[in-house]
Nanobody, 124 residues
Framework: QVQVVESGGGLVQAGDSLRLSCVAS????????MGWDRQAPGKQREFVAG????????YADSVKGRFFISRNNANKNTVYLQMYNLKPDDTAVYYC?????????????????WGQGTQVTVSP
């Protein structure tokens, strides 16, 4: 099994910064991708940022230049989302998504999991 846990959310004012963290643990053999999605009240879940195993990053247009995803070099199962110049429209539950391979009864199986989410609220 794979566990994904996000942290770092909170209530901030517009223009503030915040850093989210995500840790994936369990019987992980390898990780291919870690990223962040978000879901605002009354809206569909949307992609925010992603980082593949080759170090390639990708961002939604709405956060380019303000949000930055990075990986912990010491623990590659940990990824961060540094958010600058937050706006009220960034208010949402942020979910960490992880894809890779896990060990299951001696076999390697693909997985695609996400965490429970962390709330980010940006006041005007």
């Amino acid at each position: 099994q794979v566990q994904v846990v996000e942290s770092g959310g909170g209530l901030v004012q517009a223009g503030d910064s915040l850093r989210l963290s995500c840790v994936a643990s369990g019987s992980i053999s390898s990780i291919n991708y870690m990223g962040w999605d978000r879901q605002a009240p009354g809206k569909q879940r949307e992609f925010v940022a992603g980082l593949n195993s080759g170090g390639i990053t990708n961002y939604a247009d709405s956060v380019k230049g303000r949000f930055f995803i990075s990986r912990n070099n010491a623990n590659k199962n940990t990824v961060y989302l540094q958010m600058y110049n937050l706006k009220p429209d960034d208010t949402a539950v942020y979910y960490c998504t992880v894809t890779g391979n896990r060990i299951d009864s001696g076999s390697v199986r693909a997985f695609d999991d996400w965490g429970q989410g962390t709330q980010v609220t940006v006041s005007p």
